[in-house]
């Protein structure tokens, strides 16, 4: 268990889940966080970590590619014209999820769909609720992105159920309203005023 004066003027490195369940209750004045906004950037390999699921299943992982493009649509957008000498090679996404207990292994932002974002998202807000104390304060950067006429063709079977229980997010060119969506379910489900 890490006390207030074990980080006082301290920066603690790692992942955020498992700092925080460290963190005593209602100790922090004030959080200032930018989350890694979904499907922005890949952070490494090194980034990666293993969401939900059973912590005790000895995982049986199924590959899950996601292609990465530019823009809402399979075109090529006018930065990657011809007349361009030097185009940044976009990468496929790669993530994992479990056969056996539907955990998914990846990193925060890279998740195949919104909904799963946002629930990961949410685990991590809980913890900061817990350990912010009543009178303090948390500032939460936060953007949105566009939507694609395309719910997430390229997620596996497995996650496919739950994905389509809910409506398709976005119409193409349209914004997905994922901090608003974000701060909603953390009102409605989490009591944060």
């Given at each position: 268990?890490?006390?207030?004066?074990?980080?006082?003027?301290?920066?603690?490195?790692?992942n955020?889940?498992?700092?925080?369940?460290?963190?005593?209750?209602?100790?922090?004045?004030?959080?200032?966080?930018?989350?890694?906004?979904?499907?922005l950037?890949?952070?490494?390999?090194?980034?990666?970590?293993?969401?939900?699921?059973?912590?005790?299943?000895?995982?049986?992982?199924?590959k899950?590619?996601?292609p990465?493009?530019?823009?809402?649509?399979?075109?090529?957008s006018s930065?990657?014209?011809?007349?361009?000498?030097?185009?940044?090679?976009?990468?496929?996404?790669?993530?994992?999820?479990?056969?056996?207990?539907?955990?998914?292994?990846?990193?925060?932002g890279?998740?195949?769909?919104?909904?799963?974002?946002?629930e990961?998202?949410?685990?991590?807000?809980?913890?900061?609720?817990r350990?912010?104390?009543?009178?303090g304060?948390?500032?939460?950067?936060?953007?949105?992105n566009?939507?694609?006429?395309?719910?997430?063709?390229?997620?596996?079977?497995?996650?496919?159920?739950r994905?389509?229980?809910?409506?398709?997010?976005?119409?193409?060119?349209?914004?997905?309203l994922?901090?608003?969506?974000l701060?909603?379910?953390?009102?409605?489900?989490?009591?944060?005023?």
């Open positions: 268990m890490i006390y207030p004066d074990d980080y006082i003027n301290r920066v603690i490195c790692g955020t889940l498992t700092v925080l369940k460290t963190m005593p209750d209602k100790s922090v004045d004030c959080i200032v966080t930018s989350p890694p906004y979904w499907g950037r890949d952070y490494g390999e090194d980034t990666k970590t293993v969401w939900n699921g059973d912590k005790d299943c000895q995982h049986k992982w199924i899950h590619i996601q990465k493009r530019r823009g809402s649509t399979d075109a090529k930065y990657e014209r011809p007349s361009r000498k030097e185009t940044q090679k976009l990468k496929d996404i790669k993530t994992d999820f479990c056969q056996k207990c539907g955990a998914w292994y990846g990193q925060l890279l998740e195949p769909t919104l909904d799963l974002y946002l990961h998202l949410l685990q991590i807000t809980a913890e900061l609720k350990v912010l104390k009543k009178s304060v948390m500032f939460w950067n936060h953007g949105t566009y939507g694609s006429a395309i719910s997430a063709p390229n997620a596996p079977i497995l996650l496919k159920e994905i389509f229980k809910r409506p398709a997010i976005g119409i193409s060119k349209c914004l997905t994922q901090n608003w969506r701060i909603l379910r953390m009102i409605d489900e989490q009591g944060w005023r």
